[in-house]
């Protein structure tokens, strides 16, 4: 949502300055041709920052091995300060476990291993169902089904073993 719209506004900024340059070269009017270059190379540059910054804020947090899994775990310290911050806001929060809960994708984890946690173990996982659908590894919670897992005696401090 953050980048919706600024993305929204520059395409139709874009559509609006190239139907400039148009009428500009159709008619011959060279004031508008001169506006539609300079604003096409603001806009060119805009777009440039925009996907720069996205880059930064998605640059780390790839995900990293955990010894006799297949899958890739996620940790929310891994992001990008901008990005951590606002994930952890509970307003943020609460509408991205909404979005989550109401699609099929651990539902459909948990149809795919029933209760062969060694397959579940040994599967690729897409990076939503390794982060959002099952604990983190080192929690040590004890599996069950893919969406079901018993939490272990003594819980850790991380935030990520509590939720």
Same mark, same amino acid.
């Given at each position: 949502?953050?980048?919706?719209?600024?993305?929204?506004? &520059?395409?139709?900024?874009?559509? !609006?300055?190239? @139907?400039? %340059?148009? *009428?500009? +070269? #159709?008619?011959?009017?060279?004031? $508008?041709?001169?506006?539609? &270059?300079?604003?096409?190379?603001? !806009?060119?540059? @805009?777009? %440039?920052? *925009?996907? +720069? #910054?996205?880059?930064?804020?998605? $640059?780390?947090?790839?995900?990293?091995?955990?010894?006799?899994?297949?899958?890739?775990?996620?940790?929310?310290?891994?992001?990008?300060?901008?990005?951590?911050?606002?994930?952890?806001?509970?307003?943020?929060?609460?509408?991205?476990?909404?979005?989550?809960?109401?699609?099929?994708?651990?539902?459909?984890?948990?149809?795919?291993?029933?209760?062969?946690?060694?397959?579940?173990?040994?599967?690729?996982?897409?990076?939503?169902?390794?982060?959002?659908?099952?604990?983190?590894?080192?929690?040590?919670?004890?599996?069950?089904?893919?969406?079901?897992?018993?939490?272990?005696?003594?819980?850790?401090?991380?935030?990520?073993?509590?939720?």
């Amino acid at each position: 949502m953050l980048l919706q719209w600024p993305v929204i506004i &520059l395409g139709i900024l874009i559509l !609006l300055v190239g @139907l400039a %340059g148009f *009428i500009g +070269g #159709f008619w011959r009017i060279t004031w $508008l041709l001169a506006v539609y &270059l300079i604003a096409m190379l603001a !806009l060119i540059l @805009l777009f %440039g920052v *925009i996907v +720069g #910054f996205i880059y930064m804020v998605t $640059l780390r947090g790839s995900g990293r091995k955990q010894p006799s899994r297949a899958y890739l775990e996620y940790s929310l310290e891994e992001f990008s300060g901008f990005l951590r911050r606002r994930v952890e806001r509970s307003y943020i929060w609460e509408r991205i476990r909404s979005c989550l809960s109401t699609t099929s994708i651990c539902p459909d984890l948990n149809q795919r291993f029933i209760l062969a946690h060694q397959d579940f173990f040994n599967a690729y996982l897409s990076p939503i169902q390794s982060g959002c659908c099952k604990p983190p590894t080192k929690c040590g919670y004890t599996f069950v089904n893919a969406t079901y897992w018993i939490s272990p005696i003594a819980l850790y401090v991380d935030m990520d073993c509590l939720l």
